[in-house]
């Protein structure tokens, strides 16, 4: 029986990591000024592409604990 490295907490972790990411993207590309240089573009995207980073690198460091039955 194998053993997988991580359990089901750390997988979610990783999937909220990823959606946040997307979501900052998402709010980057929303942004009506040229070029993208408004609020949206150059300080709420990146705080939320850089928070979603944050929760990957926590979900992949964080050690997975047993799981009780």
């Given at each position: 029986m194998s053993k997988l490295p991580f359990n089901k907490k750390n997988y979610r972790m990783m999937i909220i990591g990823v959606a946040t990411v997307i979501i900052g993207f998402t709010v980057m590309t929303m942004d009506k000024t040229p070029h993208g240089f408004g609020f949206l573009g150059i300080t709420l995207g990146p705080i939320i592409v850089l928070s979603g980073f944050v929760i990957e690198v926590i979900a992949i460091l964080r050690s997975?604990?047993?799981?009780?039955k």
């Open positions: 997975p604990q047993k799981e009780s």
